[in-house]
Every structure is written in C-alpha cells, then in structure tokens.
C-alpha cells in the first residue's frame, strides 16, 4: 500500500530558479592576484634557485607538481545584520588558491563583495566563527563577535567583522576546524605516517579548541558513557575517531569512530574545575621516575609556539634538532632528519614572528610523548656536548588545562560487521512543523538518510536523544525557515519532507522527473541495483574515503566521479545527454538551496513558504496549537500541499482556499454551501480541490498525461475512501445554477479527520478573532474570519456566538442562512473541551467590565498567538483594577492560559456546555458577585506608580509607540492617560525605550546619550555640542591654541560682554609682543637697541609663564583628529616696536640671554597644548606616538604634551614599549613628564608596574647592594611626587617610612644630594601626605613610625634622629660641602613637613595637631621663623580645622597672634619690636588664612567668601603701591597679593568673574620691578582657574583635588624660568586633577542649540542652614554634588524634568562628564528665553482667560508656532483651510480647528486621531451608514473610562486636580449626539426592541445595523440571557434596576429599556417613585 501511497503523492513547485555560480569566483578572475601566479609559474627555475636559495627550487618543483585547477570551496549561510537595510541575505565564503571572498546579496540586492583577502600560502579552509569576547564585569554577558577564519598550513588567520585581526599559528598540522559556540575546534591531522618506527607510547590530544584567536590551544577533554569508564576523564586522543559535523545551538559534535563505523553525539560544554584538575593530575603521573622530560614537554611546546616566540631563538632550533633524534631509531636517523640548509633558510625567512618552522619538524616537535623510553635518547642527555640539559629542561611549566570537554549523549548501536555503516557525508539538524528537533545524517554508502530525534530537556545543556527513523535518500539538505528537508531520491526526485513526514514531491521546471517518464517497473528495478554493495566494492570505496579525508584540501572531488558503479537505469536512455538531472544538494539558505546537476552545472532552487497571508499563517498556528501533533501535522501537510501545488493562488485568494481546504477537513461539503461556492479561485475546484494546472505550454507531451495520472483528482475517483473526500453521490452532479431549497439537508461527513476537534478549533479561532480586534490593520483579517467562525457556531447550535458576531458585523452576517445539521450521535463523537463556554468571550466586553468595576473573570488566550490580548488585558488589569501584582504574581487572576494539553485531558462528551466550568475552574456565584463594585478593589496604590508601573511594563514587554497606534482607539485610551501622567512627572533615570513610549524626546535623547557613553567613548562632544571649526580670519592666522571653545555655549553663559575674549587676549603667545621705549634724545641708536632688547627680556618672562593659565584655560576642550597630529601653538619671544614695527629678536648677541631659559616655557606649552584634549577622546599608543616631533629642540614641548596625557587619563593606553623607550632616551624633561603623567592616570590605584618604573628614579626605594644610578636630580623629585600619586590615599606603610625619611635625608659625601635640596624635601612631604591623605590618627601599622612628632620635628628643628632601615649605610658620612651638624636643617625641611602634616590630618579637625601649628606670639619666636613658613603654617592649620573656616575678615584676622594685632597699626612702638618682622609675618598669615578661606570654598562661588578675599586682595595691592611697602619689602607684599588672588579665583573658578578679571588685567600689565617669571605664572594661573575650561568646569573640594591644589599652588613661586630650587615647576599642572565639570546646559532637543532654561535647585539641610531651593537660570555652574538634594527643570516653558540626587549621583555625574547637555524640550505654543526673556510674546499669554474668542480667534497658520511636529502642520494644511471645495464644510473645519488647537494646547497631539475617530463615529451613527458596530464599542469605552469611579477617584486626588485626556466639552456634546440618534431609533422601533428581548424570531428587516448599534452602546446583554432573567414579570422600577445590576447594564440603558418593560405608565409611577 505505501508503495502506491508513494506514486501517487502530491507535487509542488519550486519558485525562483536561477542558475548558481558562487560569485566569488567571478571576483577571483578579476583579482590583482591571479595574475602574480601565473607570472610565478612562468618564471624559470634558476632565476627562483638565485634569488631564494634551496627553499626556492623546493618551491618551484611543488608549484610543477600542484593540480592545473586551483580547488575551490564555498559555504553559503544566512545572514542579519542590524546596520544593513536588508532584513535578510545571503553570505558567502568562497576559497581558492590563496584567496578568500566574503560577499553578500540577497534576493532584492545584487552580490557585493563584503570582505576578501589574500594570504601567503594556499588556504586549505574559509570559514564562519563567533568568538566571545568576555566582558570585565563578571555578570555582563560575553559580547559575541563574527570572524572569518583562513587556515593554512602553518597559522590561523582570524578576521573579524569589526576590523580585528589575529594571526594564530598552528603547533601542528590540522586536517580540519570546527566553529562551534565557544570557540573553534581543530582536528589534528592523523600523525601515523610522520613517524614509522618510533616505539611504542602514549597517544596524543587529537582535537583541541580555542576560545580565542589570542587564546591558548588547549586539548579537548572527553567523558565518554561506558559501562567500565563511567566517570573517567581524559583527553580526547583517540585518532580513530573523526569530527563530522558539530553545530552552535544546541552545542553538540558529531564523530565517527573510523574502526567501529559507528556515529556518536556529544554534548560540548566548558570544563568544570574538578574535570580540569583531574585530568592535569593524569598527565603528571605519566611522566617516568627518571624525570628524563618535564611531564608537560608537549604543553611546553606547544605554550612556546603559541605564544609567539620567535622561530629564529636557539632554544627552538636545540629543540627540533633533539627531538629528532630522540623520536628517530637510531638506524633512521639520516640527514633528512637534521636540521638541512633549506629549513633553516625557511626559519631566517618565516614571515611572522608566529609561523611555526617547516612542517616535519612541526610535527616531529608535536609527535614528541610525554616521556620516551628509547635508550638512545637517554645517553645522548648526558653526552658531555649535548645542549638539551640546558635547552629542553630549562622550562618547568604547568600544562595546559583543558577549556572545553565532550560528553557523549547518544552512539549508534554497532550492528554487524556487514552492516557496518561508513561515515557520514552530510550532518544537519532540522526541525519539523511540529516543532520536534532531528538530528540528519546521510550514509552516502547506504544511500540512505538517518533521522534521530532529540528532545531538548529542561536543563538547556542535557539533550534526550529519542528514535531513530531511516528512509532511502542520495542527498539531502534543511530548509530552515520552512521546518522541512529535502531530500534527492535514489531515482533522481526530489522529495520534500517535514521531519520524518512525507509532505510531497519537488517539481522543478525544465529538469527530467524520473517517475513521470518512465513506467513504473524500470523505477523499481533501479533500487535494488543501486543499495547493492558487494565486500569488494564497500571496502574499496573504505579506502576512499580515507583517501578523500587525508587529502588537505576541505572539498572533496564533484560527486559522482570517483562513484562509477552507480550507474541507474538512467544512463540507458538517449535523452540522458538533453536534459540534466539531480546529482546533489549543497549549500541551504533558509528556503532556497542549489542542485548540482549532472552536466555540472548547478542551479538555485526557492521552496515555497507555507503561507503568505498573515491571517492563514496565524489561523494554522492556533490550530497547530490545540490539535494533537499528528493530526495537527497532517493538516499542515495537507495545506501546504494544497497551497504550493504548481500555480498555486496569489495572495488575496489565499484566504478563500484555506477555508475551502479547512471546511474539508472537518467534513464540509464546500461546493454545497451558497457562500463557499462562490468563493473565487483561479480554476474551478474538484470536490477535494486538485492541484493547479502547471504554466501553459502550447504543446502537450506524454509527461502532461502522467502528470494528470497522479493528481490528487485522479486518484480522488479511483480511491472513493480517502479520508476528507465526501461521497461522489448525485447531489455533487446537481447544476450550480439550482436554488439551493431543493438540495437535502446539508450534513457533515464525521470521518473527516478535523470533524471530532470542531469545537476546540472553533473556539482557538474565536480567540483568534478577538485578538485581531485589538489590531487595527489586521481588522479586515477578523470579518474574512468572522465568516467561517458563525458557520462554526451555527453547526455547533452555539447561539450567543452567532449573536455575538452579528452584533460586531450586523449587514455581513445577516447575509449567512445556511446551516449543517451534526445529528445527537454525531455531536457525542466532537471531543467538547472545557473551556467552549456557552458564554461567548468577548474582549471588548472584558474591557468594559474592568471599567464599570465588575469582578471579572480570567480572560483566555492562546501563548505566542493572542499576545496583543495578554498585554492589554494586563494593563487593564494593572491601571484599571489598580492590581499592583497584576503583570506578576496575579497573572492568572486576569489570564487564562489554554494549553494543548487541556484539550486532551479534560475531554467530556457532554453537549451542555453551559454547565462547563472555565478552565481555571471558578464558577461565576451569583447576584452577590456581580454587585460587588470598585469598593473592593485596591484604589489605595497611588496613582503616579500605577502609571509608572504601567509604562515600565508595557516597555519590558516590548511595547511601543507604533504598537499602541494600531490599538483601537477605546481600548488604547488608559495607556495614553497613563503614558501623559508620565510625560508630565517622568523619573530621570528611566531607559531610553520608556521615554520613547512616554514621548519626551529630550529624555531619550538624554538616555541615549548616557547608554551610548558605557560602551565607548563618544568621539563627538555630545551630540548637543557639536563645534564647528570657527572661521580664520587673517589675524587669526597665528593659531594661539584656543580656537577650540564652544562659542555658542560662551555666548550664553557670558551673554552681555566680550570677557572671554580679554582673557584669550591677555594668555596668547603665540604673536609678537609690543616693545614700546620712548628714543630720549642722549641715547645712542646702539643702547636703545639694547634697552628695546632688555625691556624684551621683561616681557619675555611674562610671555613663559602664560602657558601655565593657559592650560587651564583651554582644559578638555579639545577631540584630536586620530590622522592629525596635536596642533601646539608657537611660544613667541620676539617683538615688535612701534612706530615701524620693527622686529625685536633675543638672539641678536646684544644682551646676555640665560642658557635654557625656555626649555620650561617650552614644557608648560607642551602641557598646555595636551590638556586641551578631553577626557572622552580617541587616543590611542600609535596616535601618542606620532604626535613626537622631529627635531630634537621640540622634545621639551613633547615631554610636556606626555604629561598632559597622564593628567587627562589617556597615558594608560601607552604601551609599555613606548614608556621604556622614551626613558631610556635618558632625556631630562621626558623623564619628568612621563614619570609624572603615568602617576596621575594611575592614580590611587597602587599600580605595580608603575611602582617599579618610578623606583627605579628613587635611589630610597632600591636595595641598598644595588648600583648607584644617575639619576638627575628634577626626575628624582618627579618621581617621589609620582609615588604619592600612585599610592594616594592608600596608607601604603612601606612607602610612608622611605618618604618620611626623604623628608630629612642629608646631602651625601660627594656632590650628591647638594643642590636643590628644598625641592626634594618639600616633594617627599607632599608624597607622604599624600600617601596617608585625611588619614589623620588613624594610621593603621605606622605607631612605631611616630609620623607625627617626626613630622614636627622636621618643623621646628632639633637634633636629628638616628636613621633605622634600610638606608642607614648611605648616610654614614657627612657630606664635604655642607657643615650641618646633626642638627635638622628646618629651611630644608619645613615646608615638606608642615604640608604633610596638614594633608595627614585634611578636614579631621585634630585641634592637638592644629595647635602646633600656630603661629608663635612672642617676638623671640617670631624672629626664629622664616615668614614664608607662617603662611604654610596658617594655613595647613586652617585645612586641619576645616569646619571652623568662616568666609568672612573677622575670621581671617582672627589667625594673626595677639602681639602682631596690637602692633601693627600703631604709630607708637616699643624699641625691642622688629616692626619689619611684624609686618611680614602679618602679611604671611593673614594671606596663608585666605588662602585657607579660597581652599574650603574652592569652586563655590560663595559671595561672602568672594567679598572677604576681594576685600583683602584690593588692601594688598593697596599697600604695594603705598609709602611703607618698603617695611614689608615689595617681594613679600607681591607674594601674599599672588597668593590671595589665586585664592579668590579658586573660589570664583570657570565662573569668570570680572573684579577678578580686572585683577589679573592689571597684573599682567605689570611687568617692570620686581615683577619675575614666577608672579606671573601666579596671576596668570589665577586667570586660567577663573576661566577653568572655558566655564565648563570648576574645583571640587575633596581630599584628592586639596593634595592637588597644595602641589600646584604652593605659595613660593619660581624667580627665573629655569628655578626647580623650591618646588619643580611641572608639579603647577596638577592642580588639574581638581578640576570637574559642573556646568550644567540645558540644549533644545528640536534644535539641538544650547538654550536657557529655569532650574530648581534643593540644597540638603546641613549644620549651617536648612533644606533651601534656589532658582537658577541654567546654563549654570552647579555647587557640589554632594550637598544637593535635588535639581528640576521649572515649567511652564520646557517640559518638566526632575533629577532626585537622594538616589545616587551618578546620572547626573554621567551628564556633566559628557558637557553636561541636560536635554530639555519646550512646551507647545512657548518660546525660548533667548527670544522672549519676559514670556509676553507667548501665543498661549494673551486672553487665556476667555476660551472662546481664543478658538475664534486660532488660525491654523499660527500652528507652527506650537509645534514643529510635522503631521500637526500638514493636518492645519489640508484639514483646517477654507478651499473652494470645502466651502459648504464650514462646520468640519471649525470643529477640526478646535480639536487640533486642544490637542496642541494641552500637549497631547497623540489625541487628535481619537477625537477625530469619535467624532467620524457619531457622524456615521447620526447618517445611519454603520455596517460594524466597531468604533461604538471604542466610544463606549471612552465613555466608560471617564464615568469609571476608580479613575474620576484618582484624578481629584491625583496632582494639579488635572482632567482626563479627552476634553471635557467635547465628549458630552458627542455622548449626547450619540444619544439622540439612537433614541431617535427607539421611538420609531419600540417594536423590535422588544421582539429581540423576548427572544422572538426577528426578520430579516428587523435585524437591522442600528438594532445592533443600539444593543452594543447600551451594553444589553445577549436575548437568551435576559430572556433567563425574567425581566418580563418585573413590576417595578426598583426591581427592575436590581435585575438590570445583575446583568451589569448600565442605568442609562434601564432609562430606555423600563418603559418597554414595565409598560409606560407604570414606569411613569416608577420615576416618581424614585
């Protein structure tokens, strides 16, 4: 019988042909490539012997020997792609010669060559592999990369799709790759023939993997399942057994043991730790007690070659030669075994450090066994000349753990020996339309395909391996997106099969299909002869096989040739030479895949999808979903077989077959019912419909008969039984043309296979129906549904159903009549499930009950098919119901879900299926139930987190905007109410989908922006901030290195004057400077050359000390070029003078210039050019690299430029390489620079490369044997202040004893240790309060160290202790320059101590500590003191008792001792008084005390505190110029003034305020006197602090930026530009590590233009004032982070925004690092501040009081104003306009105007549809013209969301008091023309109102649309349950209103329905009553 079931199966057609030819090798003609190999070829052999050597002839001779055709290979796959507008396409690799090719095309796009490349030697394999990159953070999940992997026979090269490329060398030869999940598999090839004779041993891994391209290779592990090595791991050696196919997903290999012929399947997984430690403890014990090789001598190899060593290293040449000889016999060991001339010449000319040497020794070092017993080998270890003791032994390494490991989940069962199947050719895995998974293997010897089913168990890992199904095949191949396989015949016909089921057979135009040619015996003679396989043959073609596996090259030879005896009948027929056919399948791309043919060529097949409407395809899913797996699989078979047949239907017909085919299948006669009939095909059906004719030829052929012969028709009258098929009876023979009255009662035939499920796929498609409501395109889907679902219902007599659907589509339905009559007997046969109620489910219905505050009942629905209902049912439940748990634990309260399996398990045969409980089985309790209203509900969840809720859900579920426009505009109204409460209050931390959702563009924006900066670093400046270049100007010619400031930003923080300008003025240096000498008469032109020159010289030391504030100035506003090297402005020392503008040179020789004078100005200019690259650039080791210049006088700007890049953290990416490099250059500045930037970008890491680098610089840090280092003397004190850096805040003991042992070290014997001594001391105390900073007493292990009373010695002086430690050696002789005693030298070492005991103690308010630093208040101790000291001294004191500094002068002169207080103003004073020493030490405190005061409101902005310093910074310029500046000395009163006017720009710092400004501007003009290098770098860093960043950034107070501060501010600044004696000048850059953005800038997210927006800022109650809210128009500094609370974006012009800081800062932290861009956006109908500072010019400012004159007076021109949304405009445009056609539509456009005018106004354009959609609604009632019932069901709604009490509740409690969506004069005048209407209709059609109530029958001009309009908008249940409710004996109104409430009809309907009930008279009494 299956042979006949077999010729008589259906066909269909394959679409799309093309022939194939891979496009890559169209590409490789046209490669450059090609043509060098034919060249090559061409070449004669002597040239190649002279110009390559030996290698060269080895060469030439292989090139002879190699085959003409170059082999090539190509795999083909499908690929997606987010960047590419292609959803899908196809790649493909293609391999030839020494190219690979990576193109793409896809069925709308040509192909394009994506990727090639070329390598060095033949490629044996191309392919596709994803590598995981792991992530930093343990629980991210690894990032998955595609590569390309070429192999050749040395290496791997990897490619990946980002750009990355790796070269893998290969330890060994491999035969072929696996990608798989993690990584690649290689497959050693086979070693046997490498070594003969070598004794025997144990075997070696033969798999290995790597997780990487910059991974190890590590052998694979296996746990194979025997019975005796049940647990053993091992590795996998066994080289019987080959990989043939292993897949991604599920993560499984297939091998093949080549002795056994038998297939099995493992499972690959990585290690676990016990495996891996396991298997480590095997290999240790193989090794022999001689200890003659390290146990892991292979992994040592195999280590060195992976690693890259290169070849050329003489440990790699001793190896190979040893082993050699070792693995050779001794008799073998001839001179192919030694290293020959030709190897080494390959070895000198390997061409990557990684190409492993010749390939035998390759293998020979592979081949090498854990130990070897040979006794050769072990005399030739001890043989006196052998170098191996010292070569091979040397490296003792830990063996290579495994990565991954194989478990075996399933083997062919190894059947006899004659049975024994050969290797498979083809392995893949398909699934089928029943979603059960096939593992597929082809037995090409068998010729037949093995299907093994797996199941994929709970634990994702564990596969279950079920049956195994084996059917005939020669070749076969998935089709993915089908769910199917097909499968070459052995006859030559393509099969298509689902999983194991046959589903039809392949037509392919134009190709020979056997079984229709010729006569069916000669088909079957040919299948004996072609599974025949005599021993002989089967072995010989073993042995074939084997061949085809050692060849290198990946493809075996064309199918078909090496296999001559399959030869088939075929070859006896002339027409074999005409037309090809079918030879092989290769290559499956989702549906399309290439036949090979047997004339070579191949062709490109497409298989047809099983359905292209998304209705069908929907319908089949539910009914895929409820029937069982075989029947449901049979039905698809059926369908597809159907809709595919050769000219199948086009789309739009598509539906009217699958109901035809359906109606079928469940014993439809389709031809006897009136509507299917008439359902149009293309051709006339049969009563089974026949396949489709194929394309017309004119002639007929022999084949068109036999094509007829096997059709489905044909074989419908020959075999009368075939289930679906109704009996031919005389009924079929009856005429079309017949009214349908006279045919019999029409019946369903019960043997249909569909007949017995009716009802559950009745009620599967009714779910389907409701869920296609809910989409409003799929809307035309439901009525096309709706027709078949009420024939359904009427056969199934299911009444409430039918009227249900008459009520949703009133004029379609009526036009049905006929029904089937199922018989008693035949309805027990339907399997009733329990959840086909009686009671129709009705989504809408469901809606509205949650709105009225019923208790409602679980909704069902389908999972993966009714998901639209799922989300909206949830949501309703969630923000209606108010049901927190709603989308969590409750689902089920709301959610119904049926399952396949309650069809089968809870059958009953009952027909009354009223008394069928739901599925979850609640029974609905009566009256008491229904009446329980909203009262019950949960209305106590506040609103906003409802709302909140709601949003965040519906986002986590993929929910989007677009998705919610295509929801009915009724049902979709709660989520836009809940989405608008959002849009008005969102959180700020929400993610970028749900700000989509809510519509605040400047949140998503906002959010994006923040997502995107977590990835990378953004190269722009933030999307809002975008800079152009600025125009040149010819003046602007000199490029003075501030271009780069964002102008539009300046112009709105400094809106009114040109401030930044005078400060770029005053820092540039890069022009010549005016000399301006006035020519006295007496004075020779040659001294007035001179005086030019030296007033040149002045100017000069203002023009070095610029760069320092200039640095700041400029601070990380800068994105370098990756390919342009760092613009640095030119240090300009000339000048010119006036009047002819002469030329004023420094080098003339007139004057004497100092040596070096501007190698530092030369530095800070570097730094200066380097800080303005921001922190978020792209900088990269090579871009560091190529910025070094060329000449040697530019290395000072390069040093500096280096140091930058540690302050602005992008040093970390220098290699290592460069970073040695550059020091062992030994030049000075690089060092210094280097040293210091490494420190800063590590910094408090403890970073131990680092460490080492710098203590080397460090003669403190190294062991005392070690060698003395030159080590000059800046670097030294560079690299103590790196160490204080690197270990900040660390507390790091070690460190904290050597530094403060620095602090006092004394000069050495020699010269060492003589000069500068002030700057190393003052360093280590800076290091060494840096390393314990704020650490104060608790300094955990340093008790003993006593840090603060050295400290304090080190202070005030005393005799110096006895060194302990290691250093004590060096200090033993006194130095022979320097007579110091053995007392402390205090002018050396206090500033160092007093700065490391106020950084010790930062902010801990120690008074004990701050005691000791107070200055002294008797004169005998002032004179002791230097005055300088007091000022360190004041204000490391003020630092220690941070709380106590008050912002005001009484505070500051509250420091200054009683004594100086009493004296210094007074004319009178007493002889022993020093008044200069009062004087100064005044002077000194009070500016130490301001400093102090700048130091704790640093970046504040704090009035009081600048109104103090202001103060005293006016008193000291004041008194420079005064009489008695000479007492205090014009040195002294320049200092404090420096150091008082930096303080007060660090309190006004990047807020550019102009008293400071005029400050510095006259500052800077002074440059005669005592005016040195060193004030001006004061004043001008003071300018550079006050513009920190160009107003993007201010100074934060914490401990770090303080210790950076005291570096860079220390108050002794330098007299001459080459002065390092007291403090090294590169240490005044690190007062960046202070700096950080606060500024905060608020950018229009339409314009993408910074703006001004009003913020609302809330302090945090501290001990000083209460909780307080400040306004501030932004773009503001902000004040520190840490003490706000929070910060809001004011209405009413911008949407509101609010960023809570209670939370966590680190949003907003995330903001201002990236330019601080706050995204805002404005509110409709608003201007910008910009345009309308006061607010008067807004269009919503004039009248607002009077509504109606504003709609009058709105003219839809003035829409642009509101809103740039462009459908807004458009809609104005063409809907709001008076035109000549629309003049009698006066009406519409006023009612269109004052809805868009609302929906603009109150912000919720989204509205217009639905007003519109209302309004369209009530007009279509009023003119009767409604065919569905639809948009009143959605105006019912409307109106019951805004009576519904829980929201109307909500609203009076919820913010503002704010109404519901829809305006609140609109619904009622729609409510109220809605109502009219359908009264209107009830006063002329009382009649059949009440007919329809008491259940009569109505005629057909009763049912009418507006009885079903009036029905759905009053909410009237269906007749037969008023009818149960005996409405009709009620007698009075309240009655009545008690029967209406357990119906759930609203009383508005009992208003209308009483007088047709009650009577009118009565109801009159009844209202009276009431």
Known sequence: MSNVYEERATMIAAVELQSFVPFGREHCKNH??????????????????????????????????????????????????????????????????????????????????????????????????????????????????????????????????????????????????WPTKFGLLLERRNPASDAPLSPPREPLPTVFSMLHPLDEIAPLVCRPTGLFEAARVQYVSDSTMKIIFSSCEPSIVMTYDTVQGVHSVWALRKVTPEEQSTVLKCTEQVATPQGLLPPSFLTTHLRNVSRMDSPGSPFHCHAMQNQNRMTSS????????????????????????????????????????????????????HSPNSTASESVLVPEMEPIGPDLCIEQLWSETASSHKEMSCQASKVFI???????????????????????????????????????????????????????????????????????????????????????????????LSTPMESVSTPAKASGRHIRRLEEASMPSPLSEPRGSTKHHETSWLDDYTFQQSVPYIQALRDPVSRRV???????????????????????????????????????????????????????????????????????????????????????????????????????????????????????????????????????????????????????????????????????????????????????????????????????????????????????????????????IIDHAQMEQMLRPSFLRAEPTCVFSWFSGCLRGDVVAPFPYLPGICERTKLLVLSYALYIVGDDNATSVDVSKYLAKLSAVSVLGQLTHSPHMETLLFLTGQKKTGTESSLRRQGSMKSDAPNESLAEKLVVWLTSAGFTLKDLESVPFGVALPIRDAIYQCREHPCSDWSEEVCLLIGRQDLTKQAHKVTLAKGKPVSTVGPGLTREAPATTEADEEEDGMTDLNQDLIGLIWSQDL???????????????????????????????????????????????????????????????????????????????????????????????????????????????????????????????????????LANEYAGFLMALGLNGHLTKLATLNIHDYLTKGHEMTSIGLLLGVSAAKLSTMDMSITRLLSIHIPALLPPTSTELDVPHNVQVAAVVGIGLVYQGTGHRHNAEVLLAEIGRPPGPEMEYCTDRESYSLAAGLALGMVCLGHGSNLIGMTDLNVPEQLYQYMVGGHRRTHAGINREKH??????????????????????????????????????????????????????????????????????????????????????????????????????????????????????????????????????????????????????????????????????????????????????????????????????EMNYGFHMAHHMALGLLFLGGGRYTLSTTNSAIAALLCALYPHFPAHSTDNRYHLQALRHLGVLAAEPRLL???????????????????????????????????????????????????????????????????????????????????????????????????????????????????????????????????AEYFCKASESMKHKQDTLAVFSTILYECVTQENPEMLPTYIAVDQAVQALEETEMCETFALWQMRLVLELCESRALQQRLRDGPLGRGLLLSSEFLPVMKNSADGTLDGWLSDNSHVLTAYMSGQPLTEDMLSNMLACFLVYHSIPCHKKMFSTHLEGSTSFPELLLKFSQLGIPVRALLRLGPLILGTALFRTGQQAC
């Not at 110009?51 to 060269?56: H, I, K, L, P, Q």
């Not at 293309?682 to 394309?695: N, Q």
């Not at 094509?707 to 079309?736: E, K, N, P």
């Open 32 to 177: 450059p490539n090609a043509v060098n190999l034919q060249l090559r070829q061409l070449q004669p052999a002597s040239d190649l012997w002279s110009s390559d050597g030996a290698a060269g002839l080895v060469g030439s001779l292989q090139e002879v020997t190699l085959q003409e055709r170059e082999r090539e290979c190509w795999l083909l796959s499908k690929g997606s792609s987010a960047d590419s507008d292609e959803v899908e396409y196809e790649e493909e690799l293609y391999a030839a010669g020494n190219m690979v090719i990576w193109s793409r095309g896809s069925t709308s796009q040509a192909s394009h060559v994506y990727k090639a490349f070329t390598v060095d030697s033949p490629v044996q394999q191309a392919l596709w592999c994803n590598f995981g990159i792991p992530q930093k953070n343990k629980d991210e999940k690894e990032i998955m990369e595609q590569t390309v992997c070429i192999v050749q026979s040395s290496c791997v090269n990897v490619h990946s799709s980002t750009g990355k490329d790796f070269i893998s060398p290969l330890p060994f030869q491999v035969s072929k790759l």
């Open 330 to 381: 001794p008799g073998l060991h001839s001179r192919t075994h030694s290293p020959s001339i030709s190897s080494m010449a390959a070895l000198s000319r390997s061409h990557s450090p990684g190409m492993a040497a010749p390939s035998f020794q390759v293998a020979a070092r592979f081949n090498m066994s854990y130990h070897s017993s040979s006794p050769r080998g072990h005399s030739f270890l």
């Open 430 to 524: 398909t699934s089928d339309l029943c979603e059960n998974k096939y593992l597929c293997f082809l037995v090409e010897s068998h010729q037949h395909l093995r299907c093994l089913k797996f199941i994929e168990s709970n634990d994702s890992s564990q596969l279950i391996f079920a049956s195994v199904a084996t059917f005939p095949a020669k070749d076969a191949a998935p089709l993915q997106d089908i769910d199917a396989m097909l499968v070459l015949e052995a006859n030559g016909s393509l099969v298509l099969y689902t999983g194991v089921t046959r589903v039809s057979k392949v037509f392919v135009p134009g190709l020979l299909s056997p079984p229709f040619s010729l006569s069916n015996n000669i088909a079957q």
């Open 594 to 820: 290439t036949l090979e043919l047997s004339n070579g060529t191949m062709l490109r097949i497409t298989i047809p999808e099983i359905a292209t409407s998304e209705l069908v395809r929907k319908c089949l899913q539910a009914v895929r979903f409820i029937l069982p797996k075989e029947t449901a699989m049979k039905v698809l078979v059926k369908w597809y077989n159907i809709y595919n047949a050769p000219g199948g239907p086009s789309a739009h017909l598509e539906w009217n077959l699958f109901v035809t085919c359906f109606m079928t299948l469940m014993g439809y006669n389709t031809e006897r019912l009136g509507w299917t009939r008439n359902l149009h095909f293309e051709v006339p059906l049969s009563p089974v419909i026949a396949p489709k004719k194929a394309r017309q030829s004119d002639t007929g052929s022999d084949e068109d008969w036999d094509y007829m012969r096997c059709s489905d028709y044909h074989r419908q009258v020959v075999f009368r039984h075939v289930c679906g098929a109704v009996s031919l009876d005389s009924a079929d023979s009856s005429g079309c043309g017949e009214p349908l009255a006279s045919t019999p009662a029409l019946r369903l035939d019960p043997s249909a296979p569909l007949f017995p499920h009716l009802p559950a796929l009745f009620y599967v498609l009714h779910l389907l129906y409701e869920e296609l409501k809910l989409d409003e395109l799929q809307r035309s889907g439901g009525r096309l549904l709706v027709g078949l679902l009420q024939q359904l219902a009427r056969d199934l007599q299911l009444e409430e159903y039918i009227d249900l659907y008459w009520r949703d589509y009133p004029s379609f339905i009526t036009t049905f009549k006929e029904s089937c």
């Open 1059 to 1193: 401030r930044v300008q005078e400060a770029r003025r005053l820092l540039q240096s890069s022009r010549p400077v005016r000399v301006s000498v006035v020519h006295l008469p007496e004075v020779s032109d040659h001294e007035y050359i001179e005086e030019k020159e030296n007033k040149l010289l002045q100017l000069c030391q203002r023009t070095m000390a610029l760069p320092v504030g200039r640095g700041l100035f400029t601070l990380f506003s800068y994105h370098p070029v990756p390919t342009e090297p760092l613009p640095v402005p030119k240090l300009n020392l000339t000048g010119r003078a006036p009047p002819q503008n002469t030329m004023v040179d420094l080098n003339s020789g007139n004057i004497d210039v100092p040596p070096n004078m501007t190698s530092w100005s030369s530095f800070h200019n570097g730094v200066a050019a380097g800080l303005k690259i921001a922190p978020a650039s792209q900088v990269d080791s090579a871009w560091i690299a190529y910025n070094k210049p060329k000449s040697p006088e």
């Open 1372 to 1569: 033993k002789s006194p130095s022979y320059q320097i007579k110091e005693g053995d007392t402390i030298n205090v002018d050396v070492t206090c500033p160092g101590a007093t700065l490391a005991l106020a950084m010790i103690y930062l902010k801990t308010n120690n008074r004990s500590i701050a005691d000791w630093l107070k200055a002294p208040d008797t004169m005998f101790l002032l004179d002791f003191i230097k005055p300088e000291f007091l000022l360190l001294r004041t204000l490391a004191r003020c630092i220690i008792m941070w709380d106590e500094i008050l912002p005001n002068s009484e505070w500051v002169s509250s420091n200054v001792p009683q004594i100086i207080q009493e004296n210094i103003g007074n004319p009178v004073v007493s002889e022993d008084l020093n008044m200069e020493t009062l004087a100064q030490a005044h002077d000194y405190i009070t500016a130490g005390a301001c400093m102090a005061v700048g130091f704790r409101f640093a970046g504040s902005a704090n009035s009081d505190a600048f109104d103090c310093l202001y103060k005293f910074a006016r008193g000291f310029m004041q008194s420079l110029t005064s009489a008695n500046a000479t007492v205090t000395g014009h040195y002294n009163l320049q200092t404090c003034l420096s150091m008082v006017l930096l303080a007060v720009s660090m309190v006004m710092a990047g807020s550019g305020n102009l008293k400071v400004l005029q400050l510095c501007r006259f500052l800077h003009k002074r440059t005669s006197g």
């Open 1641 to 1771: 800038v608020p950018v229009d997210v339409d314009t993408l233009k910074p703006c001004y927006a009003l913020l609302d800022i809330t302090y945090k109650e501290t001990q000083w004032y209460e909780e307080t809210t400040v306004e501030l128009m932004a773009p503001t500094m902000l004040p520190e982070l840490q003490l706000l609370k929070k910060i809001k974006v004011k209405g009413p012009r911008y949407w509101e925004l609010s960023i809570d800081l209670s939370k966590g800062t680190q949003h907003l932290q995330s903001i201002l690092s990236k330019d601080g861009v706050l995204y805002v956006k404005l509110r409709a109908g608003q201007l910008p501040y910009k345009d309308d500072p006061r607010g008067w010019k807004s269009l919503l400012a004039p009248n607002v009081n009077n509504r109606n004159s504003e709609v009058r007076t709105f003219k839809p021109e003035a829409i642009s104003t509101f809103t740039s949304d462009a459908a807004l405009v458009s809609f």
